[in-house]
């Protein structure tokens, strides 16, 4: 049956002998004191629905255990070790001195059946469930969006390696394929004398251009090959393991190469391309890991990690890991979707938003502008077709969101900026005075003004003339960009935005390394340890417990 906390102290229980010990206001005092009013055990109920086969370890301390693990960024086994010979740990769970702790798998098996239910985050939950009991942001009206890259746990693989290892994989999840690689498999052996039973790379001459393309032409002929003999379309469908093998191999095959350089693609010779898929795999250990550019010179590999902060306080009321690369993780996306899951903000409030130039997107602004509350006064929202959304019941949403910079498109000419917009008659001004409409699709064609313009030189390099292209959101844009040169603007978005990086460096000192493969479960990483992190900030503001309710001191 569910372990259960024994209402009988031991003797030589840690709390109870040494808990004066413990500092005062951290995060083993509180978890001593107040873990089963926490983490009570109905609050896990659910992933036990069966009466048998159920874990002996109380609820409680598997989840102090898991705040203090990502608190800390132990191993499994480090945090059991921690349990069993560190006094504070002990004191926190409950146990005895002379108590051991438990076998590490216990945490595996436990994070397991939280990812598998619907509450994956509840410990994440509950811990924000306090930060809104206690109303430490109550009435807030700023919050700050951020992100910053946690490097994975695998390494980079180059194309030959991919290549070798997911073939290899292929042959391991993918019944019968073992056969079918020794038997249509065969050009890298022929070119090397070494086969897929070794992960190696194989011995070539690497410096010698002509041989690498020919080690490339036969692992993507051998891949080609393989999936052709496989019956790749039942295998999609019944799913699992051997559908991502092959969706893997695929992948691989086609992801980093082109046809060689004489070669019209029909003739099987392949080579390196010459340049780098967008949204390319680094890695056949962890398929989801991305390349992520978060400036020009900052380069790293892994995922990415969005926060919505409150800044007065540090706190972070939603959290998200993605992977680094793809539309769909982009800083203004996710972080949109941050602000609308965050049951911490008074919708009826008004709300400044804060952010670097990465959340100034024309979607973004257009998100926020429509929660203006009771504002349809007839005003478009934008759009270059002139149609109006309308505004949403809630509080104004403010965007302080770094304008992102435009250039001109001549280097010290005129920008979009200089180039007066009508929107009422949506009809677009260029410097020199001449008024040109706005097409349906954005466009305004000022080629035959520009013949003999006296500003030409200023204003395009194009022999036929200038062709502006508007994006969707452009007025938006246009109006945040002329807002963000208010003294008033700049001295909020100064005085606010930085404290941002302040809990971002919480976040990832020490941890700057995911320890887990793949988004889902480094993403609930993320929120356990956002968890810990909120729940010690608390403690830093003086969370206690007053006639059974949590508050502030």
């Known amino acids: 049956m569910q372990g259960r906390a024994d209402d009988q102290r031991d003797v030589f229980d840690v709390e109870s002998v040494a808990g004066h010990l413990l500092q005062p206001g951290s995060v083993y005092a509180f978890l001593a004191e107040h873990r089963l009013r926490l983490f009570p055990a109905e609050m896990f109920t659910d992933l036990f629905p069966s009466g048998r086969g159920r874990p002996s370890i109380p609820p409680e301390v598997i989840a102090s255990v898991i705040v203090l693990q990502t608190l800390h960024n132990f191993s499994d086994r480090e945090a059991v ?91 391991r999840d993918v019944p019968g394929a073992k056969d079918l690689i020794t038997i249509h498999c065969t050009r890298l052996a022929a070119l090397t004398g070494q086969d897929y039973t070794t992960s190696g790379k194989p011995r070539i001459a690497w410096d010698d251009p002509t041989a690498r393309d020919e080690l490339v032409t036969a692992l993507v002929n051998d891949a080609i090959a393989l999936l052709a003999g496989l019956d790749v379309e039942t295998i999609t469908t019944a799913g699992g393991k051997p559908a991502d093998a092959v969706a893997l191999l695929a992948l691989v095959a086609g992801q980093d190469v082109e046809p060689a350089e004489d070669s019209d693609g029909t003739d099987g010779r392949w080579r390196i391309a010459r340049k780098t898929a967008p949204d390319r795999m680094i890695s056949t ?97 934008g759009r270059k077709d002139g149609r109006d959304d309308g505004r949403k019941d809630g509080g104004k949403w403010t965007p302080l969101l770094k304008p992102w910079p435009i250039k001109p498109a001549v280097e010290g000419g005129f920008t979009i900026d200089d180039y007066a917009y009508d929107p009422d008659a949506d009809t677009l001004t260029c410097p020199a005075g001449v008024t040109r409409p706005v097409s349906p699709a954005g466009r305004v064609s000022f080629k035959a003004a520009c013949r003999g313009c006296p500003l030409r030189e200023q204003c395009t390099t194009s022999a036929t003339g200038r062709l502006v292209l508007l994006g969707e959101h452009h007025r938006l844009q246009r109006e945040h960009r002329e807002r963000a040169t208010d003294p008033s603007w700049q001295a909020t978005y100064r005085q606010h935005r930085p404290m941002v990086e302040r809990s971002i460096a919480w976040l990832t000192r020490g941890a700057r390394r995911v320890p887990y493969r793949g988004v889902e479960k480094n993403n609930n990483w993320l929120h356990h340890r956002a968890a810990g992190l909120n729940l010690r900030r608390l403690l830093a503001m003086g969370l206690t417990v007053q006639n059974g309710t949590w508050v502030l001191a």
């Open 81 to 171: 070790d921690a349990v069993t010979f560190d006094l504070r740990w002990k004191a926190a769970c409950g146990y005895a001195i002379d108590a051991s702790g438990f076998h590490p798998t216990a945490l595996t098996y436990w994070r397991h059946r939280l990812a598998a239910s619907e509450r994956p985050q509840r410990i994440f939950e509950v811990v924000r469930e306090v930060i809104e009991q206690t109303g430490a942001v109550a009435g807030k009206q700023r919050r700050a969006l951020d992100s910053t890259i946690l490097d994975d746990a695998v390494a980079r693989q180059d194309t030959v390696t991919q290549l070798i290892a997911a073939i290899r994989r292929v042959g």
């Open 285 to 381: 250990v962890d398929p989801e890991a991305r390349h992520a550019h978060k400036t020009r010179e900052r380069r790293q590999d892994g995922f990415k990690a969005h926060v919505e902060i409150e800044p007065d306080t540090g706190l972070m009321p939603a959290v998200r890991l993605t992977k680094a690369s793809g539309s769909e993780n982009s800083d203004a996306n996710v972080g949109a979707e941050l602000l609308a899951a965050d049951p911490t903000i008074d919708q009826n409030q008004d709300l400044d938003v804060l952010g670097d130039s990465a959340y100034a997107t024309g979607d973004m602004l257009h998100t926020l502008a429509n929660r203006e509350a009771n504002r349809d006064d007839g005003r478009d929202d």
